[in-house]
């Protein structure tokens, strides 16, 4: 099974704060991604990464960067945290191995900003 | 602008009866379709999926329609079970392995027992 880690379940940080989010993917994927799901808003993809040290903007990247140093781990940053980054945020990862691949999610960081 | 929608934030259905979910999308260019199913405080985890060459696709309790010249999906869930209660949410892919997904907003079933 794949499994998709996510290091923190919860996370309470100050506004302006420069804050962290890890996840790391046991199966070799390509591919990973970092969204965020807020209520009516369903998921919204950030950014995503295809390979190692390769990344692409998502739909809303802004106030948020990535990092990609190794193939298993996918670091999302938001460099200067503000309230309306308050969210549940998702990793994902999916293989390029066959067509249609399906993405596979962490469990979530539910992420407060005060 | 919202190029998949679910127009239903709920849905409640007797255990054993069916649940019929759906989705509208406004881009012709997708061509690739999932439904993932998420419980509180887990992840979305992957359910079904159809790609455009289809007009369905089938896996034990649930099926997948797709109707390319309605631009419409739906997924039946057959005998709903109380497990079943979820937010589901669609999600479609413009161009095989493309590998990103636009989300839908997602419809909470509640399955009565």
């Known amino acids: 099974d794949v499994k998709v880690t996510q290091s923190s379940r919860y996370l309470v940080k100050r506004t302006g704060e420069k804050v962290f989010l890890e996840c790391v993917q046991d199966?070799?994927?390509?591919?990973m991604f970092w969204y965020r799901q807020d209520p009516g808003l369903g998921l919204r993809l950030i950014y995503f990464?295809?390979?190692?040290?390769?990344?692409e903007k998502g739909d809303i990247p802004e106030g948020y960067s990535v990092s990609r140093e190794k193939k298993e781990r996918f670091s999302l940053i938001l460099e200067s945290a503000s309230t309306n980054q308050t969210s549940m945020y998702l990793c994902?990862?999916?293989?390029?191995?066959?067509?249609?691949?399906?993405?596979?999610f962490g469990d979530g960081t539910r992420l407060s900003i005060l | 602008d919202q190029q998949v929608k679910q127009n239903s934030p709920s849905l409640s259905v007797q255990e054993g009866r069916i649940s019929i979910l759906n989705c509208d999308y406004t881009?012709?260019?997708?061509?690739?379709f999932l439904w993932y199913k998420k419980y509180p405080a887990e992840g979305p985890t992957f359910l079904i999926s159809?790609?455009?060459?289809?007009d369905k696709n089938e896996d034990g309790r649930f099926t997948v329609f797709l109707n390319k010249s309605a631009k419409h999906l739906s997924l039946h869930i057959v005998p709903s079970q109380p497990g079943d209660s979820a937010v589901y949410f669609c999600?479609?892919?413009?161009?095989?392995?493309?590998?990103?997904?636009?989300f839908g907003t997602g419809t909470r079933l509640k399955v009565l027992a």
């Open positions: 990464s295809y390979d190692v040290k390769m990344k």
């Open positions: 159809i790609s455009s060459i289809k």
């Open positions: 999600a479609a892919s413009r161009g095989r392995g493309t590998y990103k997904y636009i």
């Open positions: 881009n012709s260019m997708f061509d690739y």
């Open positions: 199966m070799d994927h390509e591919n």
């Open positions: 994902a990862s999916s293989s390029t191995r066959g067509l249609d691949q399906p993405q596979h």
